[in-house]
């Protein structure tokens, strides 16, 4: 029976292929809308998280806002470090200075930072080596920096070539001893990094002594101690400073990468459920079409349903009839829309290096559920107004 | 086999009372075939929509087969007509998107009879009015005979205790109407019961036996 109603709906849709088709837009543009917005959304997020989480080391970076006169100096950070569950400590000064080589000038970051540093923001270094104890012992000028200074400041073929090279940073000399990897980006990472080119790695020590830098530390990144979690880390290195500061908790403020996750995570969940609904009203409005079309299509069919009920249908029958042919409408309409999309995502994939954008299964049956419940609901009015017909009314019908 | 009893079929429109039906009283046998005659408005159609259970009467019994059809439901009304009642109408009432085939195969569908059995007893009625070789043919692409013997062969395929005709000739000229009256003396031979509305006395003659309506009074001639 199940079959045999399948047959009559499709025999119906394919009777009326124009009409069948424009009441299926509406659905189509529906679940097309739907999952492009969606997919494009989680993937956009899925790599924003990709490239966070592979970027950022798992550390905590703290930053101290007011230091009560008792500012913090690495001997305070050494104190610290290893004990409990906290792992590395480095300080981490940050600045922008003009960095120089032959007579090419560019804007770098420089980061003050000690040898743990690189261990801490699980630093990769491409050629030569990052800053080391006795750079820091001896205040020695070193630099570690990133390909791109080596490539557009230095101008030499290969990083490798770089090494043992001078760099002018702030008018003081600087003899190059590490370059850092290359990774490769897509395009969501060099959006969010594009801001950090030229970056440069010196020593804490060296800071001091060239560039007035004060002693005392106003920012520094930890780690966890190996087998410990980063958020034991957090709450010991919270309750040592707030010790340090007597009680005040505005004093610093501590920020891991987590909470930045769960912060971008909201804001692209909420994204995704805003784009969603809008798209879902797209497809309530494709079901009142079909609504429409079914209603005509009862009134116009009422002789053929006098037909059907004279030799025997029951209005069960009816109803499953109509219901099936609305139904049909949806899911082919949601066929359509999915195969759209796709092409759509696989075109923008292309489109855009680096990126792929994804029709997720989940996406895939939302909109398959969504849109036979939209055929289901919008078919059952319809439906029914046949059902309900008397067969003899329904015959004298022209 | 059918036996109405005092059946009254009423409309009220407003305070006024109008009796398509007046205390109709008739009965057919069993392999009978029965003719009623009637100028137009004489209450024929109604007589017809009760016998084939599409309308209820207001007043009175009617039996078919033995079984009183008052009590019934809509859905149980629509499988006795399923079953036990193959329609012939003036109109034909094929319908339009569906094959000659998929046309007498409707009311099987609608019985449940399996694929297997629905094929054979489908390929059966229509050779029995000559159709067979124009199973895929739609009803517009056939003559009004061809579309008539369709319908008289979906009424076949049910093998109804009663066939129920509504002017089966009437939108036909004589010679092809002379051919569906043949028909229908075949499948009365073949022990079937036939019963069909008519106003014209030359084709009611054909019948067995006559019931005669006017102003909704049924009068059995024997």
């Given at each position: 029976m199940l079959l045999e109603s399948l047959k009559m709906a499709w025999v119906s849709v394919r009777g009326n292929k124009m009409r069948s088709f424009l009441t299926m837009l509406g659905i189509i543009i529906g679940v097309f809308s739907l999952t492009v917005l969606v997919s494009v959304v989680s993937s956009v997020s899925d790599s924003i998280n990709g490239a966070v989480s592979r970027l950022a080391a798992p550390t905590v970076e703290v930053l101290i806002i007011n230091d009560k006169g008792h500012p913090l100096t690495m001997d305070d950070l050494s104190a610290m470090e290893n004990t409990g569950s906290i792992g590395s400590?480095?300080?981490?000064?940050?600045?922008?200075?003009?960095?120089?080589?032959?007579?090419?000038?560019?804007?770098?970051?420089?980061?003050?930072?000690?040898?743990?540093?690189?261990?801490?923001?699980?630093?990769?270094?491409?050629?030569?080596?990052?800053?080391?104890?006795?750079?820091?012992?001896?205040?020695?000028?070193?630099?570690?920096?990133?390909?791109?200074?080596?490539?557009?400041?230095?101008?030499?073929?290969?990083?490798?070539?770089?090494?043992?090279?001078?760099?002018?940073?702030?008018?003081?000399?600087?003899?190059?001893?590490?370059?850092?990897?290359?990774?490769?980006?897509?395009?969501?990472?060099?959006?969010?990094?594009?801001?950090?080119?030229?970056?440069?790695?010196?020593?804490?020590?060296?800071?001091?002594r060239s560039f007035n830098q004060a002693q005392h530390i106003n920012r520094f990144a930890i780690s966890a101690a190996p087998g410990k979690s980063l958020a034991d880390a957090q709450n010991e290195l919270g309750a040592k400073l707030l010790e340090r500061f007597d009680g005040d908790e505005e004093a610093f403020h501590l920020l891991n990468i987590d909470d930045a996750l769960t912060s971008i995570n909201t804001i692209t969940a909420t994204l995704s459920l805003l784009m969603g609904s809008v798209a879902g009203i797209s497809l309530l409005v494709g079901g009142i079409g079909i609504m429409n079309i079914m209603l005509v299509s009862v009134t116009e069919r009422t002789r053929e349903i006098g037909i059907r009920k004279a030799i025997g249908a029951t209005r069960s029958t009816i109803l499953q009839q109509f219901l099936m042919e609305s139904l049909m409408i949806s899911l082919m309409g949601c066929a359509v829309g999915l195969l759209l999309s796709w092409g759509v995502l696989s075109l923008a994939s292309s489109a855009v290096p680096n990126m792929s954008f994804r029709l997720s299964p989940g996406v895939m049956m939302l909109s398959a559920g969504f849109s036979s419940f939209i055929g289901l609901v919008f078919g059952l009015y319809p439906a029914n107004k046949a059902a309900k017909m008397k067969p003899i009314d329904a015959l004298r019908a022209v | 086999m059918i036996i109405l009893k005092d059946v009254s079929k009423i409309y009220r429109m407003g305070d006024n009372e109008f009796y398509a039906l007046d205390h109709a009283n008739?009965?057919?046998?069993?392999?009978?075939?029965?003719?009623?005659?009637?100028?137009?408005?004489?209450?024929?159609?109604?007589?017809?929509?009760?016998?084939?259970?599409?309308?209820?009467?207001?007043?009175?019994?009617?039996?078919?087969?033995?079984?009183?059809?008052?009590?019934?439901?809509?859905?149980?009304?629509?499988?006795?007509?399923?079953?036990?009642?193959?329609?012939?109408?003036?109109?034909?009432?094929?319908?339009?998107?569906?094959?000659?085939?998929e046309n007498v195969e409707l009311p099987l569908i609608y019985q449940r009879v399996p694929v297997r059995e629905r094929r054979e007893r489908v390929a059966q009625s229509l050779e029995r009015v000559g159709l067979y070789e124009r199973r895929e043919h739609q009803p517009n692409e056939l003559s009004g005979g061809q579309q008539q013997r369709v319908a008289i062969a979906r009424a076949i395929a049910v093998e109804p205790t009663l066939f129920l005709a509504d002017e089966p000739t009437g939108n036909l000229d004589s010679h092809t109407g002379e051919e569906i009256m043949g028909i229908f003396r075949e499948l009365h031979e073949a022990g079937n019961t036939i019963v069909l509305i008519t106003h014209d006395s030359g084709i009611a003659s054909q019948a067995q036996r006559r019931i005669n309506i006017m102003d909704g009074h049924v009068t059995e001639v024997d």
């Open positions: 400590v480095s300080p981490e000064s940050q600045f922008s200075l003009p960095i120089k080589s032959g007579y090419i000038t560019k804007d770098a970051q420089v980061y003050c930072v000690a040898p743990m540093y690189q261990e801490i923001q699980a630093i990769k270094i491409g050629s030569g080596r990052f800053i080391k104890e006795p750079d820091m012992e001896n205040h020695t000028q070193v630099v570690v920096v990133s390909a791109d200074v080596t490539r557009e400041v230095m101008k030499v073929a290969r990083p490798q070539d770089a090494i043992g090279g001078h760099v002018t940073l702030g008018g003081y000399d600087f003899v190059v001893v590490g370059v850092i990897a290359e990774e490769k980006s897509d395009a969501v990472e060099e959006l969010l990094y594009f801001s950090q080119s030229y970056n440069c790695y010196i020593p804490w020590n060296c800071a001091i | 008739m009965h057919v046998q069993e392999h009978e075939f029965v003719s009623i005659i009637g100028p137009s408005g004489s209450g024929k159609s109604t007589l017809m929509n009760i016998i084939g259970c599409l309308d209820e009467a207001t007043e009175g019994e009617y039996f078919l087969d033995g079984q009183e059809i008052r009590s019934y439901s809509q859905t149980q009304l629509a499988r006795i007509r399923n079953k036990k009642i193959g329609f012939i109408f003036q109109s034909f009432n094929l319908i339009g998107r569906m094959s000659a085939w």
